[in-house]
Protein backbone atom coordinates (compact mmCIF):
# COMPACT_ATOMS: atom_id res chain seq x y z
CA UNK A 1 0.00 0.00 0.00
CA UNK A 2 1.15 3.66 -0.83
CA UNK A 3 2.57 5.47 2.56
CA UNK A 4 0.01 8.00 3.50
CA UNK A 5 0.67 11.26 4.48
CA UNK A 6 -0.01 12.59 8.16
CA UNK A 7 -3.06 15.26 7.27
CA UNK A 8 -6.63 14.71 8.86
CA UNK A 9 -8.71 12.07 10.80
CA UNK A 10 -9.12 14.42 13.46
CA UNK A 11 -6.15 15.83 13.43
CA UNK A 12 -7.87 20.09 12.38
CA UNK A 13 -7.47 23.37 13.84
CA UNK A 14 -9.52 24.78 16.63
CA UNK A 15 -11.95 26.97 16.56
CA UNK A 16 -11.13 30.61 16.58
CA UNK A 17 -13.00 31.50 19.60
CA UNK A 18 -10.09 28.88 21.20
CA UNK A 19 -8.96 31.57 23.61
CA UNK A 20 -12.39 32.74 24.48
CA UNK A 21 -12.88 29.54 25.98
CA UNK A 22 -10.28 29.04 27.65
CA UNK A 23 -10.82 32.61 29.53
CA UNK A 24 -13.84 30.91 30.52
CA UNK A 25 -12.54 27.44 31.51
CA UNK A 26 -10.07 29.74 33.47
CA UNK A 27 -13.22 31.93 34.97
CA UNK A 28 -14.81 28.50 35.77
CA UNK A 29 -11.67 27.23 37.80
CA UNK A 30 -11.91 30.57 40.06
CA UNK A 31 -14.97 29.59 41.00
CA UNK A 32 -14.74 26.33 42.26
CA UNK A 33 -11.52 27.75 44.34
CA UNK A 34 -14.07 30.31 45.47
CA UNK A 35 -16.57 27.32 46.38
CA UNK A 36 -13.57 25.00 47.71
CA UNK A 37 -11.99 27.65 50.13
CA UNK A 38 -14.72 29.68 51.31
CA UNK A 39 -15.50 29.07 54.90
CA UNK A 40 -19.33 29.56 54.32
CA UNK A 41 -21.35 26.88 54.37
CA UNK A 42 -24.03 28.20 52.13
CA UNK A 43 -23.76 30.00 48.90
CA UNK A 44 -24.43 33.75 49.57
CA UNK A 45 -24.91 35.74 46.49
CA UNK A 46 -23.47 38.79 47.84
CA UNK A 47 -20.31 37.51 49.09
CA UNK A 48 -19.88 35.89 45.62
CA UNK A 49 -20.50 39.49 43.78
CA UNK A 50 -17.89 41.12 46.24
CA UNK A 51 -15.43 38.54 45.29
CA UNK A 52 -16.05 38.06 41.46
CA UNK A 53 -16.13 42.29 41.65
CA UNK A 54 -15.45 43.87 38.37
CA UNK A 55 -15.04 41.01 35.92
CA UNK A 56 -18.63 41.08 34.87
CA UNK A 57 -20.00 38.02 35.67
CA UNK A 58 -22.97 39.41 38.10
CA UNK A 59 -24.85 37.48 34.84
CA UNK A 60 -23.58 34.38 35.52
CA UNK A 61 -25.35 33.58 39.01
CA UNK A 62 -28.89 34.82 37.35
CA UNK A 63 -29.09 31.48 35.76
CA UNK A 64 -31.40 29.17 38.21
CA UNK A 65 -29.26 26.26 37.09
CA UNK A 66 -26.13 28.15 38.27
CA UNK A 67 -27.40 29.35 41.66
CA UNK A 68 -29.03 26.24 42.61
CA UNK A 69 -25.34 24.37 41.82
CA UNK A 70 -23.43 26.91 43.68
CA UNK A 71 -26.09 26.27 46.45
CA UNK A 72 -25.97 22.52 45.99
CA UNK A 73 -21.63 23.14 46.15
CA UNK A 74 -21.69 24.74 49.08
CA UNK A 75 -23.37 21.80 50.59
CA UNK A 76 -20.59 19.70 50.25
CA UNK A 77 -18.05 19.21 52.98
CA UNK A 78 -15.01 21.52 52.71
CA UNK A 79 -12.83 18.67 51.79
CA UNK A 80 -15.25 17.81 49.26
CA UNK A 81 -15.12 21.16 47.56
CA UNK A 82 -11.64 21.23 47.24
CA UNK A 83 -11.32 17.58 45.75
CA UNK A 84 -13.54 19.00 42.57
CA UNK A 85 -11.71 21.83 42.57
CA UNK A 86 -8.34 20.15 42.21
CA UNK A 87 -10.35 17.43 39.77
CA UNK A 88 -11.56 20.11 37.47
CA UNK A 89 -7.32 21.84 37.98
CA UNK A 90 -6.31 18.52 36.23
CA UNK A 91 -8.81 17.55 33.79
CA UNK A 92 -8.64 21.15 32.11
CA UNK A 93 -5.72 20.40 31.36
CA UNK A 94 -5.64 17.25 29.66
CA UNK A 95 -4.33 17.45 26.72
CA UNK A 96 -0.82 18.66 28.08
CA UNK A 97 -0.91 15.00 30.17
CA UNK A 98 -1.65 12.66 26.86
CA UNK A 99 1.37 11.24 26.74
CA UNK A 100 1.92 10.41 30.41
CA UNK A 101 1.45 6.82 31.62
CA UNK A 102 0.43 8.28 34.90
CA UNK A 103 -2.36 10.54 34.32
CA UNK A 104 -5.42 10.07 34.73
CA UNK A 105 -9.07 12.23 34.47
CA UNK A 106 -10.34 12.69 38.22
CA UNK A 107 -13.76 13.47 37.80
CA UNK A 108 -14.89 9.89 37.27
CA UNK A 109 -13.11 9.06 40.95
CA UNK A 110 -14.61 11.68 43.13
CA UNK A 111 -16.38 10.83 45.57
CA UNK A 112 -20.68 9.68 44.46
CA UNK A 113 -21.58 12.74 46.76
CA UNK A 114 -19.58 14.90 44.82
CA UNK A 115 -20.44 13.54 41.43
CA UNK A 116 -24.02 14.00 42.40
CA UNK A 117 -23.82 17.47 42.38
CA UNK A 118 -21.31 18.75 40.47
CA UNK A 119 -22.64 17.26 37.23
CA UNK A 120 -25.58 19.30 37.09
CA UNK A 121 -23.79 22.23 37.32
CA UNK A 122 -20.84 21.50 34.79
CA UNK A 123 -23.80 20.63 32.44
CA UNK A 124 -25.73 23.59 32.86
CA UNK A 125 -22.50 25.64 31.64
CA UNK A 126 -22.78 23.95 28.66
CA UNK A 127 -26.55 23.76 28.07
CA UNK A 128 -27.53 26.73 29.63
CA UNK A 129 -25.38 29.61 29.04
CA UNK A 130 -23.18 27.86 26.07
CA UNK A 131 -26.33 26.95 24.80
CA UNK A 132 -28.46 29.29 25.75
CA UNK A 133 -29.43 32.52 23.76
CA UNK A 134 -26.97 35.09 25.75
CA UNK A 135 -24.44 32.52 26.45
CA UNK A 136 -20.82 34.28 28.29
CA UNK A 137 -20.56 37.31 29.20
CA UNK A 138 -17.65 38.22 31.32
CA UNK A 139 -14.47 40.92 30.84
CA UNK A 140 -12.45 39.99 28.36
CA UNK A 141 -14.28 38.06 25.56
CA UNK A 142 -13.57 39.02 22.03
CA UNK A 143 -16.99 37.65 21.35
CA UNK A 144 -19.55 39.82 23.64
CA UNK A 145 -22.27 37.09 24.19
CA UNK A 146 -20.33 33.74 23.47
CA UNK A 147 -22.34 30.76 22.95
CA UNK A 148 -22.14 27.22 21.06
CA UNK A 149 -22.80 28.39 17.53
CA UNK A 150 -19.82 30.45 17.67
CA UNK A 151 -17.67 27.54 18.86
CA UNK A 152 -19.00 25.88 15.58
CA UNK A 153 -18.45 28.28 13.40
CA UNK A 154 -15.50 29.24 14.55
CA UNK A 155 -14.22 26.09 13.97
CA UNK A 156 -15.02 25.98 10.26
CA UNK A 157 -13.80 29.50 9.89
CA UNK A 158 -10.73 28.25 10.77
CA UNK A 159 -10.30 24.76 9.04
CA UNK A 160 -11.67 26.78 5.51
CA UNK A 161 -10.24 25.98 2.14
CA UNK A 162 -7.40 27.41 1.02
CA UNK A 163 -9.93 29.43 -1.58
CA UNK A 164 -11.98 30.43 1.56
CA UNK A 165 -15.03 28.65 1.02
CA UNK A 166 -16.39 25.77 3.54
CA UNK A 167 -14.58 22.84 4.28
CA UNK A 168 -17.45 20.34 4.68
CA UNK A 169 -15.18 17.22 5.42
CA UNK A 170 -16.13 15.57 8.47
CA UNK A 171 -12.91 14.56 10.78
CA UNK A 172 -13.49 11.44 12.29
CA UNK A 173 -15.12 9.61 8.87
CA UNK A 174 -14.15 11.63 6.59
CA UNK A 175 -17.44 11.77 4.98
CA UNK A 176 -20.09 14.94 4.28
CA UNK A 177 -20.68 17.49 6.81
CA UNK A 178 -23.97 19.22 5.70
CA UNK A 179 -24.08 22.71 5.90
CA UNK A 180 -27.02 24.54 7.48
CA UNK A 181 -26.91 27.53 8.75
CA UNK A 182 -29.76 26.73 11.40
CA UNK A 183 -27.39 24.62 13.49
CA UNK A 184 -24.10 26.21 13.16
CA UNK A 185 -22.86 23.56 10.29
CA UNK A 186 -22.23 20.81 12.69
CA UNK A 187 -23.33 18.85 15.88
CA UNK A 188 -20.56 19.70 18.25
CA UNK A 189 -19.35 16.51 20.06
CA UNK A 190 -18.13 16.37 23.33
CA UNK A 191 -15.27 13.59 22.36
CA UNK A 192 -14.72 12.07 26.13
CA UNK A 193 -18.42 12.54 26.98
CA UNK A 194 -19.65 15.08 29.22
CA UNK A 195 -22.17 12.76 31.05
CA UNK A 196 -18.49 10.76 31.99
CA UNK A 197 -16.59 13.71 32.06
CA UNK A 198 -18.53 16.85 32.61
CA UNK A 199 -15.39 18.99 33.84
CA UNK A 200 -14.73 18.94 30.13
CA UNK A 201 -17.61 20.25 29.09
CA UNK A 202 -16.95 23.38 27.80
CA UNK A 203 -12.90 22.52 27.06
CA UNK A 204 -12.03 23.74 23.50
CA UNK A 205 -9.90 20.49 23.16
CA UNK A 206 -12.80 17.94 23.85
CA UNK A 207 -15.23 20.07 21.69
CA UNK A 208 -15.30 18.97 17.83
CA UNK A 209 -17.73 19.69 15.48
CA UNK A 210 -18.73 16.05 13.69
CA UNK A 211 -21.55 14.91 11.20
CA UNK A 212 -24.88 14.58 12.59
CA UNK A 213 -24.42 10.53 11.69
CA UNK A 214 -21.51 10.17 13.54
CA UNK A 215 -22.56 12.45 16.57
CA UNK A 216 -25.97 11.21 17.03
CA UNK A 217 -26.28 7.90 15.15
CA UNK A 218 -23.09 5.94 15.61
CA UNK A 219 -21.01 7.98 18.74
CA UNK A 220 -23.58 9.11 20.77
CA UNK A 221 -22.35 9.55 24.13
CA UNK A 222 -20.30 6.28 24.32
CA UNK A 223 -17.26 6.59 26.22
CA UNK A 224 -13.73 6.26 24.16
CA UNK A 225 -12.09 5.40 27.60
CA UNK A 226 -14.43 2.73 28.87
CA UNK A 227 -12.25 -0.31 28.08
CA UNK A 228 -9.34 2.15 29.80
CA UNK A 229 -10.45 3.63 33.22
CA UNK A 230 -6.98 2.94 34.79
CA UNK A 231 -3.63 5.71 34.29
CA UNK A 232 -2.30 5.86 30.71
CA UNK A 233 -5.90 5.29 29.40
CA UNK A 234 -5.86 8.52 26.85
CA UNK A 235 -2.27 6.73 25.17
CA UNK A 236 -4.88 4.23 23.72
CA UNK A 237 -7.15 6.63 22.06
CA UNK A 238 -6.65 8.81 18.56
CA UNK A 239 -7.60 12.54 19.98
CA UNK A 240 -9.07 15.39 18.17
CA UNK A 241 -5.93 17.98 17.55
CA UNK A 242 -3.81 16.68 19.57
CA UNK A 243 -2.87 12.88 18.14
CA UNK A 244 -3.78 12.03 14.85
CA UNK A 245 -4.44 8.65 12.82
CA UNK A 246 -4.90 9.40 9.48
CA UNK A 247 -0.82 8.37 8.93
CA UNK A 248 -1.32 5.02 11.43
CA UNK A 249 -4.48 3.94 8.95
CA UNK A 250 -5.14 2.17 5.83
CA UNK A 251 -7.76 0.15 4.48
CA UNK A 252 -7.70 -3.20 3.04
CA UNK A 253 -10.46 -5.75 1.61
CA UNK A 254 -11.57 -8.54 3.66
CA UNK A 255 -10.84 -11.56 1.64
CA UNK A 256 -12.60 -13.74 3.94
CA UNK A 257 -15.84 -12.20 3.03
CA UNK A 258 -18.03 -13.01 -0.22
CA UNK A 259 -19.18 -9.48 -0.19
CA UNK A 260 -16.71 -7.05 -0.79
CA UNK A 261 -16.07 -5.36 2.69
CA UNK A 262 -13.36 -2.73 3.69
CA UNK A 263 -11.54 -3.25 7.10
CA UNK A 264 -9.44 -0.47 8.75
CA UNK A 265 -6.49 -1.83 9.90
CA UNK A 266 -2.96 -0.48 11.12
CA UNK A 267 0.00 0.31 8.64
CA UNK A 268 2.86 -1.55 8.50
CA UNK A 269 5.36 -0.19 10.70
CA UNK A 270 2.94 1.46 12.83
CA UNK A 271 2.10 -1.61 15.34
CA UNK A 272 2.32 0.12 18.46
CA UNK A 273 -0.82 1.93 17.35
CA UNK A 274 -2.81 -0.84 16.60
CA UNK A 275 -5.15 -0.61 19.91
CA UNK A 276 -5.54 3.03 18.93
CA UNK A 277 -6.87 2.07 15.43
CA UNK A 278 -8.91 -0.66 16.72
CA UNK A 279 -10.50 1.67 19.52
CA UNK A 280 -11.22 4.32 16.84
CA UNK A 281 -13.14 1.97 14.08
CA UNK A 282 -14.69 0.82 17.22
CA UNK A 283 -15.85 3.87 18.33
CA UNK A 284 -17.36 5.71 14.80
CA UNK A 285 -17.50 1.94 13.31
CA UNK A 286 -15.72 2.56 9.84
CA UNK A 287 -15.55 -1.20 8.85
CA UNK A 288 -19.32 -1.53 8.21
CA UNK A 289 -20.03 2.07 7.02
CA UNK A 290 -17.08 2.51 4.59
CA UNK A 291 -18.29 -0.59 3.02
CA UNK A 292 -21.39 0.18 1.97
CA UNK A 293 -19.78 2.55 -0.11
CA UNK A 294 -18.22 0.73 -1.72
CA UNK A 295 -20.68 -1.35 -4.78
CA UNK A 296 -23.16 2.05 -3.89
CA UNK A 297 -20.59 4.70 -5.26
CA UNK A 298 -17.26 4.45 -5.46
CA UNK A 299 -16.82 1.61 -7.65
CA UNK A 300 -19.03 3.21 -10.07
CA UNK A 301 -17.53 6.36 -9.40
CA UNK A 302 -14.01 4.82 -10.56
CA UNK A 303 -15.50 3.19 -13.43
CA UNK A 304 -17.15 5.19 -15.11
CA UNK A 305 -14.17 8.21 -14.99
CA UNK A 306 -12.04 5.46 -16.25
CA UNK A 307 -14.50 4.74 -19.22
CA UNK A 308 -14.72 8.54 -19.93
CA UNK A 309 -10.54 8.79 -20.23
CA UNK A 310 -10.84 6.36 -23.10
CA UNK A 311 -13.79 7.47 -24.35
CA UNK A 312 -12.86 11.11 -24.45
CA UNK A 313 -9.80 10.39 -25.19
CA UNK A 314 -7.15 8.82 -28.18
CA UNK A 315 -5.35 6.50 -25.64
CA UNK A 316 -4.76 3.17 -26.79
CA UNK A 317 -6.84 0.70 -23.81
CA UNK A 318 -4.58 -1.71 -22.25
CA UNK A 319 -3.50 -2.90 -18.90
CA UNK A 320 -0.68 -0.05 -18.67
CA UNK A 321 -2.71 2.56 -19.67
CA UNK A 322 -5.47 1.40 -17.37
CA UNK A 323 -2.97 1.21 -14.23
CA UNK A 324 -1.87 4.53 -15.31
CA UNK A 325 -5.28 7.00 -15.57
CA UNK A 326 -5.64 4.15 -12.02
CA UNK A 327 -2.84 6.00 -10.38
CA UNK A 328 -3.52 9.66 -11.91
CA UNK A 329 -6.76 9.59 -10.10
CA UNK A 330 -5.40 7.61 -6.97
CA UNK A 331 -2.89 11.17 -6.95
CA UNK A 332 -5.94 13.53 -7.59
CA UNK A 333 -8.58 12.28 -5.12
CA UNK A 334 -5.29 12.03 -2.15
CA UNK A 335 -4.79 15.66 -3.17
CA UNK A 336 -8.04 16.66 -1.96
CA UNK A 337 -8.84 14.50 0.73
CA UNK A 338 -8.56 17.14 3.02
CA UNK A 339 -10.99 19.56 1.59
CA UNK A 340 -13.51 17.24 -0.28
CA UNK A 341 -15.93 14.34 1.26
CA UNK A 342 -14.95 10.69 0.77
CA UNK A 343 -12.33 11.08 -1.37
CA UNK A 344 -9.82 9.71 1.13
CA UNK A 345 -11.84 6.66 1.06
CA UNK A 346 -11.66 6.78 -2.89
CA UNK A 347 -8.29 6.99 -3.04
CA UNK A 348 -7.82 3.92 -0.57
CA UNK A 349 -10.18 1.90 -3.23
CA UNK A 350 -8.23 2.80 -6.14
CA UNK A 351 -5.16 1.55 -4.28
CA UNK A 352 -7.27 -1.89 -3.69
CA UNK A 353 -7.56 -1.87 -7.39
CA UNK A 354 -4.62 -1.04 -8.57
CA UNK A 355 -2.10 -3.48 -6.03
CA UNK A 356 -4.81 -6.35 -5.97
CA UNK A 357 -3.98 -8.52 -9.28
CA UNK A 358 -7.57 -10.06 -8.93
CA UNK A 359 -9.57 -6.73 -8.17
CA UNK A 360 -7.25 -5.61 -11.24
CA UNK A 361 -8.47 -8.11 -13.53
CA UNK A 362 -11.67 -8.11 -12.54
CA UNK A 363 -12.31 -4.63 -13.40
CA UNK A 364 -10.04 -3.93 -16.37
CA UNK A 365 -12.58 -6.78 -17.69
CA UNK A 366 -15.45 -5.04 -17.05
CA UNK A 367 -14.16 -1.93 -18.61
CA UNK A 368 -13.29 -3.51 -21.48
CA UNK A 369 -16.19 -5.37 -22.27
CA UNK A 370 -18.40 -1.97 -21.68
CA UNK A 371 -16.09 0.14 -24.06
CA UNK A 372 -16.26 -2.88 -26.63
CA UNK A 373 -20.69 -3.16 -25.98
CA UNK A 374 -20.55 0.72 -26.87
CA UNK A 375 -18.50 0.43 -30.00
CA UNK A 376 -20.40 -2.87 -31.24
CA UNK A 377 -23.66 -0.54 -30.69
CA UNK A 378 -22.44 2.79 -32.51
CA UNK A 379 -22.14 4.60 -29.30
CA UNK A 380 -18.61 5.57 -29.68
Not at 19 to 45: G, P, W
Not at 360 to 370: P, Q, R, S
Amino acid sequence: MRKEEKKILLQTKKTNVETDMRLVCQFIERVLHYVAYSKRTRFNINDFKKNFMGQGVDWFIRYKAVRGGLSNLFKLKQEDRKALHLAFQGDIKFFTYLERLNYKLKFPDLPNCVKKVAKPFFEALYDDILGGSTGFRMNGLSVPQLRRVHVRKGYFEANKKTNGYFNPVCPACLGEIAVTEKDGYADLDHYLTKSIYPTLSISPDNLIPLCKTCNENIKGAQDPLKNYPKKGGLLNIFFPYHRPGIDSITVEINQRDPDEKFMVVTVKGKESESIRVENFEALFQLNERWSGKINSSLYETVRAHIISEFIDGEELLTETSVRKKLNKMYTAEMRIRSTVPDSYLLAQYINILTVSSDKFVGFYKDITETIELELKEGCL
